[in-house]
């Protein structure tokens, strides 16, 4: 079954970077385009970024562009989430996604807060 896990959060200050990773099995993930999204508390989720099954191509929201770069490493099976000059609107839930066979994966979440 598919699976996906996040790892990497915690508590930064406003500035500071964190590396969000996302662990994914049962599925061709190397086939497969992947996106994370956020969800701050009281808040819808919302998307933050996507990237291709080839690596190369990626979009993001305009409130992260030019500070987070996702990336992925097919041979890993794992997705990532550079994340500098955070700021205290970036706290939230991180989430790593995939659409398999008609229907929409979550892992359980990262938290990240950003404070001082």
């Known amino acids: 079954q598919v699976q996906l896990v996040e790892s990497g959060g915690g508590l930064v200050q406003p500035g500071e970077s964190l590396r969000l990773s996302c662990v994914a099995s049962g599925f061709a993930f190397g086939s497969t385009s992947m996106r994370w999204y956020r969800q701050a508390s009281g808040k819808e989720r919302e998307w933050v970024a996507v990237i291709l099954d080839n690596g190369v191509t990626s979009l993001y929201a305009g409130s992260v562009k030019g500070r987070f770069t996702i990336s992925r490493d097919n041979t890993k099976n794992t997705l990532y989430l550079q994340m500098n000059s955070l700021k205290p609107d970036d706290t939230a839930v991180y989430y790593c996604?995939?659409?398999?066979?008609?229907?929409?994966?979550w892992g359980q979440g990262t938290q990240v807060t950003v404070s001082s």
């Open positions: 996604n995939v659409y398999v066979g008609s229907v929409n994966y």
